[in-house]
């Protein structure tokens, strides 16, 4: 009886899932393609070796979606963020355009997977806990190392249990310039529609460094000599 009642409903629960991962997967494919103006990658230059803003900072922007979204809803933002640096579901880096593609479902069916089974096992509350200061740390090195940012894992653990909701919008802020390119709530990277992923600019998202004092002056006694 468990056989013949049990088998044929997960295989039609795989094939929902499968159908609703491959449902994100196309958008998502979509979205992070399609042609942008080559003018707007000007407002995405991030700057390297400090955060754009300071981690205490989100309150400047509690009149606007970024805010609420980090606060009342810090695990869909946390999986834009993923999907913007193109990570994997478990912030691994190193992930197949395909894999990066269905991130935003994977990690939002984990945790609907999670506080589906809390109400039978209240021993999972402690378990997502633990993974999600997991995931959120570890999607916070994973920003830190892309633009040169100082900083170590047990900083980042502390930012996360202290005020994960401030992590994350301090990283949405910092990617792309929020009055060129506002947040947008309901898009899967948090991008609005004009602004050019992350994973189509490479390098050219950062500013380069200014040159220092030291470069200058040698600049300066080249050209001397040239001319004597």
């Known amino acids: 009886m468990r056989l013949l009642m049990g088998e044929p409903f997960a295989l039609r629960f795989q094939r929902e899932v499968f159908k609703?991962?491959?449902s994100?997967?196309?958008?998502?494919?979509?979205?992070?393609?399609?042609r942008r103006e080559p003018a707007s990658i000007q407002g995405t230059a991030a700057p390297r070796g400090?955060?754009?803003k300071c981690i205490f900072s989100c309150f400047d922007t509690a009149c606007t979606g970024t805010f609420w979204m980090g606060f009342l809803c810090?695990?869909?933002?946390?999986?834009q963020l993923q999907t913007r640096f193109n990570l994997g579901w478990l912030s691994e880096t190193e992930v197949s355009p395909e894999v990066a593609r269905r991130t935003f479902a994977m990690s939002i069916i984990?945790?609907?997977a999670f506080w589906t089974y809390i109400g039978w096992l209240p021993e999972l509350l402690t378990v997502y806990v633990v993974f999600y200061l997991f995931v959120q740390t570890r999607l916070r090195r994973n920003a830190r190392l892309r633009y040169d940012i100082p900083g170590n894992a047990f900083i980042d653990l502390i930012y996360t249990l202290v005020c994960g909701c401030c992590s994350t919008i301090q990283m949405v802020r910092?990617?792309?310039d929020e009055n060129v390119y506002p947040y947008d709530a309901c898009a899967i990277d948090g991008l609005s529609i004009d602004a050019p992923p992350l994973a189509c600019l490479g390098t050219n998202d950062v500013e380069s460094p200014a040159p220092t004092?030291?470069?200058n002056e040698v600049t300066e006694v080249t050209v001397e000599a040239t001319f004597v």
């Open 24 to 34: 994100f997967s196309f958008i998502t494919h979509k979205r992070l393609c399609r």
């Open 20 to 22: 609703l991962m491959k």
């Open 213 to 215: 004092s030291q470069t």
């Open 74 to 79: 810090p695990v869909i933002q946390t999986a």
């Open 110 to 112: 984990v945790f609907l």
């Open 50 to 52: 400090r955060w754009r």
């Open 174 to 176: 910092h990617t792309h």
